[in-house]
């Protein structure tokens, strides 16, 4: 996205999306942005990972979560235990949110990459020939 209303228009498109639109958006933000094997997880029963991708031989297990209110630590907690079920390196939870202060302490203290409403405007911003189907004004 080349210009700031555009990316705005993008991020307001993200907020109305369902979870599994979400999903599949940041599955596709993700091949845009060199990562490969990108997966996503069955629904029912994905041990708290929604995407399987891999970027530089790194194994990344990836919880999306599309919300309108601030995250807590849940969904650290889940994408914790899912990153050793998917035999990941890391474990990532991406939101078009934010993170409580715990959320933030918990994810320190368990190695978890959070990426929140800013790195996801960043991650669009950069990913070449992104379908635009966004918006979310921060």
């Not at 990562?35 to 194994?59: E, F, H, L, M, W």
């Amino acid at each position: 996205v080349e210009h700031k209303d555009d990316l705005d228009t993008e991020c307001h498109n993200i907020d109305s999306m369902d979870g599994i639109e979400f999903e599949q958006y940041c599955a596709e933000l993700l091949r845009k942005l060199g990562y490969s094997s990108v997966t996503c997880t069955p629904g029912a029963g994905d041990q708290g990972v929604d995407i399987v991708a891999v970027k530089n031989d790194v194994r990344y297990a990836i919880q999306c979560k599309r919300y309108s209110s601030v995250l807590g630590n849940t969904p650290i907690q889940e994408v914790t235990a899912g990153k050793a079920y998917y035999r990941c390196h890391v474990a990532v939870v991406l939101t078009n949110s934010h993170f409580t202060p715990a959320a933030k302490k918990l994810a320190e203290a368990n190695g978890v990459l959070l990426w929140s409403r800013e790195e996801l405007r960043e991650m669009i911003n950069e990913a070449p020939g992104l379908n635009k189907v966004a918006n979310m004004p921060i």
